[in-house]
């Protein structure tokens, strides 16, 4: 009875204690329940609060105005739509003309580094008014936008929730709706070839691949990566989209223009020296490296050290350094689903961190990597590390590069931006190492290295040749304020240099003159071109049309005139006139009471510049052939004689009538050459890897002023004065 009585008791404690734990069970979990109950509720609210901070201070903006990016592509694709010459379009006057030509409101536009083929998506939009074009293509990109959002949650089976907070939380995407650029649908095509991979259609994912590629080049980068994956059929894919992308551009612009683009801007924007390369606010490594290396007088004038070498080996070498184990750590033989997606996620991780023009909107594209590598931390239950990898992708939305104004060493502080890049992409190599064994990715590991130590060879030969005479014109430059982001058509008028100064709102015409720089007001249009005489000036005033006029003397403008050129005694006004992009080139006599002007070439010549002679015939370099070629005009109104050059612009005879220097085509550079016109004979005058272009003479016909953006960015030149004749 006794032991009944205990082994009552006993049973009564265990099913007490065993309740006891029941219970505590059920309120931890309860307890975990609600938590994550409130902590999604947390989430929906910040979402929310998110969106409507967008949909309050962005669309507004973006809905009233064009802002800075869209003209660009708009402007392309509405020529090409008109069927003008697009062969100058990568030429930053002759755009700007345009653009005021079509009256769209906007400052400035520039096309380098952008791709022609990209601006086709436009297309179909570039008849209508240019704003409303923006607002059809802002349509399109929420469309695109929710058909990625709807990919990505087939590929990581992530919560609509957690991919709406990181569409919310992504900075770069506001960037891209306000300035209508491209990288929602470039975010759509990377993860369209992603999800095809992963379903087996190599193929389709390669062209996806090759597409992108058209639009803006980085993603050629995955024809690595198809290549490491021994996978012939997605590399074939990927080489015939780009191949059709590049057909398609040359039929619609033509030879001249994409020739232009691969010789002269692709090149540019592989070292970093197509747009501002010592510019900070990019946050590049070719702009970092710029800056503590490279001395440029006006740009960078105190560098950390003035070794550029050491930038044109270093940039390469620390490019590779994170390209490398995206590519090495890539496994051949496995095509899971999550896999794939981790390696595609790290191989854009590592091009974001290499991009030479990092612009804020570049890094929508972050909103998959971060989606990918998410999605494994949340699965492997470390929320922790999730929170902080949110945290790194809305630093660098939010953080912003230094003013630039620090200098040697102190450059390194103003780049933050880049370093959390780079533990991004640490964080996608991580991943890899986890996901994957790594000691599995053997497979043509030692070949690969190889391969890619080649690639660095080459690079740093190719930079270091780059440099050979690219900071010679420093000595002769002549000093410009630092708002001056660049000076072109120079004229000499007694002891001043004049020039085309672009400023940040727009062209103006400016006189350098002993080191002090002053600049028109600019009330209506822009000034895009000036010439003058000892006792006149005259200049292009550009609106809806351009006019030439008179800046000193009071004369009738000239309607629909461009680029006017003065003779040495004043009597003869030389001017272009264009039709949808190709110029004629006309006369004017200014001696003359009445008005009488006449054209100097046939139709069929595409005039760009010219000069006069003393005896005022002119020479004249035009395109009528598919490349510019030298010509003299007839003064009995007869067919131009030839020169016998080609590939050759920007003639300028000394005004003793003995010397004609000009500019030539060489690999992608123009450099200047000098021919005697007594004997024919020429000689180079400078030989680096840049352009200098666009030269006047002195008074005296020993000097030459020239424009060259040798050291600085593509087309942003600035002004040198060189004697050449003794």
């Known amino acids: ?15 007490f204690e065993h309740d ?20 999604a509720f947390a989430e929906w609210i910040l979402i929310a609060l998110l969106f409507g901070q967008v949909a309050y201070r962005v669309a507004p903006r973006v809905w009233e105005k064009l802002n800075s990016d869209f003209p660009n592509y708009y402007l392309t694709a509405r020529l090409a739509r008109e069927h003008y010459d697009t062969s100058r379009i990568y030429e930053w006057i002759w755009f700007q003309r345009q653009k005021d030509h079509q009256t769209i409101d906007q400052s400035t536009v520039g096309m380098a580094p952008i791709t022609p083929f990209s601006t086709l998506v436009l297309y179909p939009l570039a008849s209508l008014p240019a704003l409303s074009a923006k607002h059809c293509w802002t349509i399109l990109n929420l469309v695109m936008l929710a058909g990625t959002l709807w990919l990505l949650h087939l590929l990581t089976s992530l919560s609509w929730r957690r991919l709406l907070l990181i569409i919310a939380l992504s900075i770069p995407l506001r960037m891209n709706f306000m300035l209508g650029q491209y990288y929602v649908l470039l975010l759509l095509l990377l993860i369209l070839a992603c999800a095809l991979y992963v379903n087996h259609r190599r193929f389709l994912a390669g062209m996806v691949i090759g597409l992108s590629a058209g639009l ?7 024809l690595l990566y198809f290549l490491r994956k021994r996978d012939w059929r997605a590399f074939l894919g990927g080489a015939v989209a780009m191949v059709g992308s590049l ?41 970092l490296l710029h800056r503590l290396f490279i001395f440029e007088p006006e740009l960078n004038p105190h560098p950390a050290v003035n070794i550029p070498w050491l930038s044109a080996i270093l940039h390469p070498v ?27 996620a790290a191989v854009l991780l590592a091009s974001l961190v290499i991009s030479t023009s990092p612009a804020s909107y570049l890094f929508s594209l972050l909103i998959f990597p971060v989606a990918v590598i998410g999605r494994e931390f949340l699965e492997e239950g470390k929320k922790g590390w999730f929170a902080f990898l949110l945290l790194l992708y809305l630093v660098v939305g939010l953080v912003r590069s230094g003013s630039g104004m620090e200098a040697g060493w102190g450059a390194l502080i103003e780049v933050p931006r880049l370093y959390v890049l780079i533990v991004l992409a640490v964080f996608g190599y991580l991943v890899m190492l986890r996901q994957g064994a790594y000691s599995m990715s053997r497979t043509g590991r030692p070949l690969w290295m190889l391969a890619l130590l080649i690639i660095l060879l080459v690079n740093v030969v190719t930079n270091l040749r780059h440099q050979q005479g690219l900071y010679a014109d420093f000595r002769w430059r002549i000093a410009q304020p630092l708002n001056i982001l660049s000076a072109t058509h120079p004229a000499v008028q007694n002891d001043k240099t004049l020039f085309v100064a672009l400023l940040g ?43 030439v006029q008179s800046a000193t003397v009071r004369r009738d403008a000239i309607k629909q005139a461009e680029s006017p050129v003065l003779s040495f005694d004043g009597h003869w006004l030389a001017f272009l006139r264009e039709n949808r992009g190709r110029a004629i080139l006309w006369m004017r006599d200014l001696n003359r009471q009445d008005i009488f002007e006449r054209p100097v070439t046939p139709r069929e010549f595409n005039v760009l510049e010219m000069s006069f002679l003393p005896d005022d015939s002119l020479v004249f370099a035009a395109d009528s052939s598919g490349h510019a070629s030298l010509f003299i005009s007839d003064q009995n109104g007869g067919r131009p004689k030839s020169l016998d050059v080609i590939n050759a612009r920007f003639p300028s005879v000394s005004p003793d009538g003995r010397w004609l220097v000009y500019s030539q085509l060489e690999r992608g550079n123009w450099n200047l050459w000098l021919r005697d016109l007594r004997n024919e004979k020429t000689d180079r005058l400078t030989r680096a890897e840049c352009n200098d272009t666009e030269s006047v003479w002195t008074e005296d016909s020993k000097s030459l002023i020239y424009v060259s953006d040798c050291g600085r960015g593509l087309g942003l030149a600035g002004l040198c004065r060189r004697r050449i004749i003794p």
Not at 20 to 39: D, M, Q, V, Y
Not at 319 to 332: H, R, T
């Open 216 to 222: 803006k080049i980085f993603p050629a980068i995955y």
């Open 318 to 344: 620390l490019s590779m350094v994170m390209v490398a184990p995206a590519i090495l750590m890539i496994i051949p033989d496995e095509y899971s689903p999550r896999r794939i997606q981790v390696e595609w």
């Open 247 to 287: 057909a398609v551009s040359i039929r619609v612009f033509g030879w001249q223009l994409n020739r232009t683009y691969i010789s002269q801007v692709l090149p540019a924007t592989f070292r970093g020296e197509c747009l501002a390369p010592y510019d900070l606010q990019a946050a590049s490594l070719s702009a």
């Open 1 to 15: 009875m006794e032991i009944d009585t205990n082994m009552k008791v006993s049973t009564e404690s265990n099913s």
């Open 505 to 547: 709102d727009g062209y103006h015409w400016a006189a350098a003159r002993g080191g002090n720089v002053t600049w028109s007001d600019k009330r209506e249009g822009d000034y895009l071109a000036i010439t003058a005489t000892k006792r006149e000036q005259w200049v292009e005033n550009v609106g809806n049309e351009s006019t």
């Open 20 to 39: 006891r734990f029941e219970a505590s069970r059920l309120i931890k979990l309860g307890s975990i329940s609600l938590s994550r109950t409130w902590f």
